[in-house]
């Protein structure tokens, strides 16, 4: 059974800082790419940054400069480092596996909340 866990999330000051995990079971972690997505209220679902088995990482322009994504091979967990975090950074946040071997597998996890307020 395929499982995506994200915790970290919660409540944060503007220009503060979280950071978001993703532990996976049940895949091959080594082949998938994994990345963060968020969805904030009343909007679409948007992808703030992946990164590749290889360790190749690419970011949204809002989170670049600001983010950080990193994967860990040995726990099968990946990360989202979130610094100078603003109010608009506000929304649920969703961790998801994406295989490089088979097209169409794609795991989501349940999502993770985090709030930007003062």
């Known amino acids: 059974q395929v499982q995506l866990v994200e915790s970290g999330g919660g409540l944060a000051q503007p220009g503060g800082s979280l950071r978001l995990s993703c532990a996976t079971s049940?895949?091959?972690?080594?082949?998938?790419?994994m990345g963060w997505y968020r969805q904030a209220a009343g909007k679409q679902r948007e992808l703030v940054a992946f990164?590749?088995?290889?360790?190749?990482?690419s970011y949204d322009v809002a989170a670049k400069g600001r983010f950080t994504i990193s994967r860990d091979e040995i726990s099968d967990t990946a990360y989202l480092q979130m610094n100078s975090l603003k109010p608009e950074d506000t929304a649920v946040y969703y961790c998801?596996?994406?295989?490089?071997?088979?097209?169409?597998?794609?795991?989501w996890g349940q999502g993770t909340q985090v709030t930007v307020s003062s």
């Open positions: 998801n596996a994406r295989s490089v071997r088979v097209i169409g597998n794609e795991y």
């Open positions: 049940g895949i091959d972690f080594s082949i998938h790419v």
């Open positions: 990164i590749t088995p290889g360790g190749g990482a």
